[in-house]
């Protein structure tokens, strides 16, 4: 019957079978393979921030796009103020997974740095640069946190609490207007964090790729350069230049949060948005694709 119909479709086991007994069963098969890996790709909290992420930016580039057009007025205004508000919204909930113990946060950072080892590289600098890493983002999560935090709490509450112990630390003042001052300065200086990371990620995937091309020439040069040697040492070489391209975008935006408004080397939004819009693309394609690690690459026991 109709029950026992559903009940097999939704058999994973028997699913193929079923989908291509259909008419256009094979279109439907490839439709529930796409969708179904979409499931898996958000479940993690790593998919779902590079899903969020790539919203974010693809809607500021369309609002930026309905803008440079000459969209400033009427409904075409409204519709841009809209994408950048709903954008807006989705950074915010994106900071919230940082404050767990996922893929991001203090935590997450936490146990790179207690780790004894960090992948398995000859190089020790490998290993230092992963433990820099790390330490950057423990200082630069919590002050994120108080950003957002400057956000989203009531005026007075944030005013009682936080105003009498930071007023004057990061700029003078502390009323009205100088609270937006204050979030934005705080912003600026914590994102120098973010530059040392981008910096030393950059440095790490270069060590690595160096590492690599040791390794494989010493693979070589013993008469052991198997299929099975190489295809390890071409996959962590993949991963390696993407991070580094990754990293590259990343910087030049960490770089513009740095900068106050005004200077002479701040990008335009539409600039930060394609580079994020990019880097976000990337990092799903390396999770994807399965090249997000950044371990040694994993070859046979007997080591030239």
């Known amino acids: 019957g109709a029950g026992k119909e559903r009940r097999v479709l939704l058999d994973p086991v028997s699913q193929r079978g079923i989908l291509a007994s259909r008419p256009l069963g094979e279109v439907r098969m ?3 393979k796409r969708l179904q890996a979409a499931v898996n790709f958000n479940a993690s909290v790593s998919g779902w921030d590079k899903t969020m992420k ?14 440079l057009c000459g969209g400033g007025e009427g409904g075409a205004a409204d519709a841009c103020a809209a994408l950048k508000t709903t954008a807006e919204q989705v950074h915010m909930t994106r900071l919230t997974t940082k404050m767990g113990g996922g893929s991001y946060g203090v935590v997450f950072e936490a146990t790179t740095l207690l780790a004894p080892d960090t992948g398995g590289w000859e190089d020790p600098c490998i290993n230092w640069l992963l433990k820099a890493q790390a330490w950057s983002m423990m200082l630069y999560f919590p002050l994120e946190h108080l950003w957002l935090l400057s956000r989203v709490l009531p005026t007075s509450v944030f005013d009682r609490w936080f105003a009498p112990s930071l007023s004057g630390v990061w700029v003078g003042g502390w009323t009205g207007p100088e609270r937006t001052l204050w979030g934005n300065t705080l912003a600026r200086r914590y994102s120098i964090l973010w530059v040392f990371w981008n910096m030393s990620g ?8 160096r590492e690599l091309r040791v390794l494989r020439a010493r693979w070589a040069k013993m008469g052991k350069l198997s299929k099975e040697v190489a295809a390890s ?7 390696a230049l993407l991070q580094t391209v990754r990293h590259v975008l990343y910087f030049f935006n960490a770089v513009a949060r740095v900068l106050p408004p005004g200077h002479r080397f701040q990008q335009t939004s539409t600039t930060s948005n394609i580079l994020g819009l ?18 040694a690459p994993k070859l046979p026991l007997e080591a030239p």
């Open 202 to 209: 950059i440095a790490g995937s270069l060590l690595r790729l």
């Open 233 to 239: 040492l071409k996959k962590t070489r993949d991963a």
């Open 30 to 32: 490839r439709l529930h």
């Open 54 to 67: 790539m919203y974010i930016y693809t809607a500021r580039l369309i609002a930026d796009g309905i803008r």
């Open 278 to 295: 990019g880097e976000a693309v990337l990092g799903s394609y390396q999770m994807v694709s399965g090249l997000m690690g950044k371990a």
